[in-house]
C-alpha cells in the first residue's frame, strides 16, 4: 500500500512539499500520479527538467531468511579452486584470502566481463549443515545493506548458481591487519580517521538492528578508491533472525575474536 515517489528538481522545485503530496495522494493510478506530478510543476512555472516516477507496493515478497534456509536442497559446496577454473558462470582469477572455514576468491562473470568477489566455505565443511546455513544467512543479511562502507552483495540469478556461495562488488585494497604486518604505522589523524569510518559504517548497521560482533583490523579493507569498508557478517546478530549463529539467544557464545 505505500507508495514511493521520484522525481527531479524541476519537480520539486516549483512545487511546495505539501503540493507534491497532495497531487502524489489524489490519483489512483501510478501513472497517472506520475503525469500529474508534472503537469503541475509546469503550471506552477517550472522551466527545469520535470521527471517524476511513481511506484507503488503492491505486496510483500515472501522470500525471507525462512525462506532462504528452508529451501529444500542445500547447494553444494565447491572443491577448492584454482585460477582459470569456471563455477557456475564465473571464471576464478584468484584466491583472496582464506580462514578456517570460508574461501574468497577474485572471479569474473563470463556473461558480463564484471570482477567481483565470490565468498564459500572449505570443502570440509560440504556436510556442516549448520555452515552451510550460516553462508546462506550471511548472504541475506548482506544484502540488507547498501551502503558505501560495506562491500554490495550482487543479486545471482537462482536458476544459475548450482553451488553454494555469494558474490560481492570487489574493491581492490588491503586490510589494516595487512597494512600492520608490512610495517605501516597509524599517525593518530590516521587511526581517528579509521575509527570515523568505522563509527559510520557500524550506525549504518545499528540502524537495521544488526550488530557487527567482530571488528578487527582484518575485517576492515581500505579501498584503493579512497573508501573504507567493513567485511565480514560472520557471526552478525540480527533483530529478529531466530538462526543461533546470528542470535543472542546463544547458550552465552561469545563470538568474534577474543584478542579483539
Known sequence: GDRFVLCSDGVWGPLAEAAVLDIARSQRDAQAAAQALVDGA???GGEDNATALVADV???PTHSWRTVIGSG???QVPPRLKPGQIIDDFEVLELVHESRATLLYRVRAQATGQVLALKTLQPCLSED???CEGLLAEEWLSKRIVSPYFAQVVPLHTASRRHLYYAMRFHAGASLQCQLDRGRHFSIPAALGVAHHVSKGLGV???LRILHRDIKPSNILEC???GMRILDLGVALAAGVPYPELNAEDGGAR???PSY
Open 42 to 44: 509546469l503550471h506552477a
Open 58 to 60: 503492491l505486496e510483500i
Open 73 to 75: 536442497t542445500m547447494p
Open 129 to 131: 549443515r549448520a555452515s
Open 205 to 207: 548497521l545499528h540502524r
Open 224 to 226: 584503493d578508491d579512497g
Open 255 to 257: 563470538p568474534g575474536t
